[in-house]
């Protein structure tokens, strides 16, 4: 029976996933499986987006026949000939003789190579910027050679503004029930794979790959069909963003990458030492992968993740002990660059696998080689343990240089950080679909490069929660026009239990899809949060800024200006013994507060109330 999902008005997505292949490219584990994504749009004329891999074409063929209810198939647009995509096309051709093949020259010659069917008054050339009108659809073709084979192209449906990226922006992992990135948790479950696709498959070829994002940026996109992987019609700058980073072999994150290569485990032993000793040094961000153990594959995708990796191996026949050997390997052909690496031996006689090690990791563009290599001879004996203790003591040092770029997804303008003063933002969140906000008092710039900041956030606030959950969040810096009713709707009302976003009217969104205030502000920005601390009764949160906007020329409404011209003196109506918050004027009757009591509307603490003056 046919499994065909409507992608929207028009167009059908007729692909299938296989959860039965063990490895991809007969290289790659794909524990979570594979889907073979294939698309037809019913216009005046049938146009059908790629095919399948073979294993899934009964599947695929049941679906297209589903879509097309009767009707011909008049085209079928190759993109990308390498076979998990087109080993059905010539069954195509069988089961719709008149189909017309639209293709570049490349596929083309192909197409020849792989198939025997007379392609003779069969094939529509077009070459970059060529356009096919299928009714109200008009689609254009943007040549993306090596991204992943030379042939590669993508296709832009101007009228629906969809973009038929090919092997871009695809990602391992079947499709088990949803088709679009945003039915799922795409950063928590598919990211990992996403990075493991992106960097195996087309790592290689960076600059092939900015040559495509360069051509993608002059493209109006609402939606991305990629040939693997979940479709996006929402949330794409982030990994838009990934694909630049990657491609221009920057890392993720700061964070160190320990592989080690361990044949009676005396080097995994060193490895684990360092390990210990780089969290005792703060650093938080530690992946660790026994090269026997774990596929290439994923570590490749670690290293293009991480900015500092470490490599430590045992000497094995006179050479690197081989599993260490094949990774290395790897990561030179995947092109891997601009690391700091530091590097472990380990050899019972003749120790030669970290000189070794090293001339692979010269053979590498931008790597910078720490000096400090650990030379084992069988086992880690004290004189190693302080040499791992000094190891972890210079990549702590390395890795807090602000060396990385902050997620940038949107503009950041320097001037809009000038508007910061020991003042009030409205701090948002969104969580799921809701939207919600409070009134903080303390946030400040803490580097410029990278643009980081940290703000704390009392705990009652549901606001902290959807921050420390989604970690993500805006600022929004209040400026001397805010009117007291704006302190009361963010500051004196919990989100637990009161929507502030549905009706309030001087919002807009930013980059990160989270609301800001537009009127009564000077400045926005959008943060990513990158570790927080606990402090009792509040968190601190330190956050990358992503995006930055200078909103109105006003006076950042400091807490001394919103007490002297904006909080009206609190009155207590009637005479009553007890203390009055001087923040937002709640009366608490009684002789004494009570132990660690917080002010129910503005949740702060005993220390803002004064006794009422009877
Ligand atoms: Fe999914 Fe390059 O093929």
Redesign the pocket.
Known sequence: MHCIRKVSDNLYWVGASDRRLALFENIYPIPQGVSYNAYVLLDEKTVLLDTVDKAVSEQFFENLQAALAGRELDYVIVN?M?P??CATLQEVVCRYPNVQIVCNQKIATMIRQFFSFETEGRIKLVKEGDTLQTGSHTFTFVMAPMV??PEVMVTYEITEKILFSA?AF?TFGALNGPLFADQVDFDRDFLPEARRYYTN?VGKYGPQVQALLKKAAGLEIEMICP??GYIWRSGMDELIEKYDRWSRYMPEEEGVLIVYASIYGHTENAANILAAKLSEQGIQRIAMYDASVTHPSYILAEAFRYSHIVLASATYNAGIFTPMETLLLDLKAHNLQNRTVAIIENGSWAPTAGKLMAEHVAGMKNMTLLEQKISLRSSVKQEQLEQLENLAVILAASLRKPELRPQAVGEVQDNAMYKFSYGLFVLSAREEDFDNGCIINTAIQITDVPKRIAFAVNKGNRTHDMVLKTGEFNLSMLSTSAPFKLFQHFGFQSGRDTDKFTEFKHKQRSKNGLCYLDKYTNAFLSGKVIGSIDYGTHTLFVADVTEAKVLSEEESVTYAYYFQHIKPSPKVEKQVKGFVCKICGYVYEGDALPEGYLCPLCKHDASYFEPIQV
């Open positions: 990308h390498e998990d995509h992943h084979w092997d695809g498959i040939l693997h």
